[in-house]
């Protein structure tokens, strides 16, 4: 039988590969993007009660809970001070930002049409992008600020461009975007049928007094974007794989279309469980504090060790050179080295660019129990001591 693969140049995610070579070594894993404590208990305990009650196990509504849809509304138009999203029209549960991104991009891209990723990215936009035959454009962020260079978008813009792919607070340098950079965007734009997605799942991990800036609140830019946020990430639950995409009613409609039919309705125990919980805005509002100390805390920990941070305004990671312990070696090797050797998982960062670009970057996740930090930096110490 004769076989060709729509992507035969997409391996197995780094992510999976890193967890699995920490596996294999009993390393700390500071790769993947999770957290290693529970979420919320009052969230937890609503999941228990809402999971064993009756009529709440079948099929929620195609779009999401009418419930958590209100109230995803109205935190919405608190938050960000802008008028709320309709909860019939403008807003959708997804499983996960993942199948949001998806169906936005499955719904809007066409073969020959042509969306702009600034790089490097998270490694699903590229084949999500290809697999609807369109064509990533990619644009390099300046380093080490990991700042849009809007001269280069704008050369890049062709009246092919469907979408402009935007993350902020951006994965993997936590570089977050400004009012100033969506009034370019929105310049660039203007005269032209481009949409924008912006993946924002990090929206409550902003640091040092900064506030989140949601392309919502952008009304030009806004009119033409699909918003994407991550109940996964607020509240320490990536595996129960439930966000949203808040758009404008015709946007919204073209990806429900998608959505119907690539997973139709999210986990229902799990929205109204979510649902329970909304409404307490304490939970969000102190998130950045909580990742704050964590991003600080392993920051100290890790002084003196050869790795050199580089500023993180958001997300939950921090990128380090290493160039003091291994100035020629690669970044994949370097990190499959470090989690034999030393016992700590990282990803390369040459992994977030379509073309493996190495800028001698590794990413370590710090949405870690203190102690683990605390871990992970003593093995860190004792590895970098053959070197510094």
Known sequence: MKFSSKLPDVGTSIFSVMTQLAQDHGAINLAQGFPDFDPPQNLTDALVRHAGAAGQQQYAPMPGLLRLRELISQKTAALYHVPAPDPATNITITSGATEGLYAVLAATVRPGDEVLVL?????????????????????????????????????????????????????????????????????????????????????????????????????????????????????HATGWKVGYCIAPALLTAEVRRVHQFLTFSVSTPTQHALADVLADADHYRELPA???????????????????????????????????????????????????????????????????????????????????????????????????
């Open 290 to 388: 909580f990742y704050q100390q964590k991003r600080d805390l392993f920051a100290e920990l890790l002084r003196g060790t050869g790795f050199e941070l580089l500023p993180a305004a958001g997300a939950y990671f921090l990128l380090a050179r290493y160039a003091a312990l291994a100035p020629q070696e690669p970044d994949t090797e370097f990190a499959q080295r470090l989690t034999r050797e030393a016992g700590v998982a990282v990803v390369p960062v040459s992994a977030f660019y379509h073309d493996g670009r190495d800028e001698g970057l590794i990413r370590f996740c710090f949405a870690k129990r203190s102690e683990t930090l605390q871990e992970a930096a003593l093995r860190l110490h004792a590895f970098s001591e053959r070197y510094v």
């Open 119 to 235: 790089e490097p990215a998270y490694d699903l936009y590229g084949p999500a992008i290809r697999l609807q035959g369109g064509t990533p454009v990619y644009v390099p962020l300046c380093l080490p600020s990991f700042r849009p260079d809007w001269d280069q978008v704008a050369a890049r813009l062709t009246p092919r461009t469907r979408l402009v792919l935007l993350n902020t607070p951006h994965n993997p340098s936590g570089a977050v975007l400004t009012t100033q950079d969506f009034d370019t965007l929105a310049g660039l734009l203007e005269n032209t049928d481009t949409l924008v997605l912006s993946d924002e799942v990090y929206e409550h991990l902003v640091f040092d007094g900064q506030a989140h800036r949601s392309v919502l609140q952008h009304p030009a830019l806004a009119a033409r974007a699909f918003v994407l946020s991550s109940f996964g990430k607020t509240y």
